[in-house]
């Protein structure tokens, strides 16, 4: 089994910064693509970051320029680098992996519990 920690949400003023960290641990042989999501209150769960495990990123246009994704493939960790922080970032952002836990299983979609980013206007 593989399990995802979350670390690095809080309250931040607009304009302000925070760095996102998601740690995999448990059986995993690989790690494929790593992304960030989020979702604001009363809204769908959005992609907003993602990187492939030869390090290709894609953002979403309401982050572009702002975030930066990255991942340290001997750590199995991703991060997300948040700047000049708005408002409307305000949300739980969940990390999402795909990996093996077994050199024959399938590639499996994993999910983390989630932190949550408060942006103060």
């Known amino acids: 089994q593989v399990q995802l920690v979350e670390s690095g949400g809080g309250l931040v003023q607009a304009g302000g910064s925070l760095r996102l960290s998601c740690v995999a641990s448990?059986?995993?042989?690989?790690?494929?693509?790593m992304a960030w999501y989020r979702q604001a209150p009363g809204k769908q769960r959005e992609l907003i970051a993602g990187?492939?495990?030869?390090?290709?990123?894609n953002y979403a246009d309401s982050v572009k320029g702002r975030f930066t994704i990255s991942r340290d493939n001997a750590k199995n960790t991703v991060y997300l680098q948040m700047n000049s922080l708005k408002f409307e970032d305000t949300a739980v952002y969940y990390c999402?992996?795909?990996?093996?836990?077994?050199?024959?299983?399938?590639?499996?979609?994993?999910w983390g519990q989630g932190t949550q980013v408060t942006v103060s206007s």
């Open positions: 999402n992996i795909n990996a093996k836990s077994r050199p024959w299983s399938t590639i499996v979609n994993y």
């Open positions: 990187i492939t495990s030869g390090g290709t990123t």
């Open positions: 448990g059986n995993i042989v690989s790690i494929n693509n």
